[in-house]
């Protein structure tokens, strides 16, 4: 290959500590970089990306504040990332062939891009019947977030009473799933009517409540729990963490995943979680958690979870953005309750 | 026997929610009785308390408030309990004899009383060379939830960064030189500089400070941990929590013991912990625990600590308070840092 291609990718221009990230923030710029194998070093690949996963914890990379969360901020004026499913046009890594289709569990947010052919790029199966982007949801780390929080961290048990916020989104869907297929009554919260109806309809949840408008959690909490909760796996923090601690069981567990309410705020000005208390008395274990402390029982996930969505067991809802262009607006998609399943953005048809 | 004898007990007149309870909401009664053996039923004992153990937890039990904490509140003008160290002086039960020495874990703060020789009293090895108060301390419930929180819960190494609070208390000088004896590197927080003094040269840690004049606990946790917390063996919950909760290392553990800083007040007037959020970027574990829930491992740590106290590896500090009248002064000694060690109540020498 000669010439150069155009591509166009998402940069850090600004840092928003406050609020959902807009225009001022987040701008896309077009960069020319070269097809041509020779150009990239030993061990990258240039890649061609096809879907872009869209996450709430990539919001926490744009703050600018460095306060424990997750990973380091994105340098201004640096490409931000993803995990993207990509076709390899280019290697210089004898593992990596022109036409392989790859998981990348965290690249730039590009149409093309050279990247490391490092240690988590994964290669998706060429003889997988699946649809592609089911590797960014499902199958991939989405799917897998739900798995370690309920088998790894849960100890789901049939009849355990279990708690799953944002339990349409993209994570939350498959938690509340497989904790059903481990025999447990599960609850969702979500953030709009027609999402409670797509959780229990499509999703097979017990039942599920939308928290704006059953704004008395503890209230919501007593009737939807008699019985309180065993496993809560949190999504969101704050408010629903506190309600949730006045109804635990004994010995309950708390896989925590992300808390999608807290993002956006400056620590220092959010509502504290008063009754913590409440987790000597119960024995409550609240874990902290991120996926990629957990690679060693990927396969066992994917195995479990490829066999789940062929056997029909599994529903995977997705809302697909189309061409890079869409990054801000489906990013900010994820803090107002508007979109429903995993948020993907298709990049290239 | 025959007659009666008279036992002075302290019941509880009226519910405290706020503050420390006084005068008010205890009080000493004198009762009669029998201490023929003919009155009691089967597998009961009669027995007199020779020491009474005074713990921040008890003061939980007053409040009147049921809101997930630990055990039952004490009805009104039920005698208030306690665990204690007793003499047999009546058996309905083949397994205890008059003159057999026991530990109550629950009983009430009388001077004698009537018990069920139920599951988990213990008979004190009469060829034990180890001073009775001991088996309320080092040897009893304060050495084993250190125990549990440490070893069980901790997980340290050699080398992990532990932070206890509350660290000259009756849990906390333990959980320390626990951890200590592990090869972790200790530091402690106590409320007067008596206490650091104490904390530091009689029960070696690393280094402990006063968090009542070193009150920037964030600037505080900077300098006394360099290179992060591993394990925070939490006593007090509240600021020194969350504080905490921004100098955490990846995978720390926070074995919650208790959190005295927050007995006393109703929990939606408490201040909140606002950065549980960090849990998920460092993947932290924060798990409640209460003794009762352990009791298969009070074998194993019986050995372990027997043997540290035999070998003069860990020292033991008591705070002796005299008759059973001291009951309230001495509970609310606990909330005043104003004594070191372990609190117990010598009812009769």
Known sequence: MAGVVESREWYLAAYAPEGVPTSDHLKLRTVTLSPDVDSIPDHHLIVQNIFISVDPYQRTLMSGLEDGLYFSQTKLNEVVSASTIARVIGSKD????????????????????????????????????????EYLSSLGLPGFAAWVGIEVLGDPKPGSNVFVSAAAGGVGMFAGQLAKLKGCRVIGSTGSDEKVKLIKEEFGYDDAFNYKTETDLDAALSKYFPNGIDIYFDNVGGEMLEAVLNHVNKHARIPVCGMISQYKKIWTERQGVRNLLNMVGK?????????????????????????????GKISSKLKIYHGI?????????????????????????
């Open 325 to 349: 262009e869409s990054y801000l607006e489906s990013l900010g998609s994820l803090f107002t309750s508007s979109n429903f399943g995993k948020v993907i953005i298709e990049v290239k048809k």
């Open 283 to 311: 024995e409550v274990r609240m874990e902290g958690f991120l996926v990629g402390s957990h690679l060693n029982r990927f396969g066992d996930f994917a195995k479990e979870m490829e066999s789940y969505i062929k056997e």
């Open 94 to 133: 004898s593992s990596y062939r022109v036409g392989d289709i790859i998981l990348n569990p965290f690249g730039p947010i590009a149409e093309y891009c050279v990247i490391p052919s490092a240690l988590y790029l994964r290669k998706v199966d060429p003889a997988s019947e699946l649809p592609l982007q």
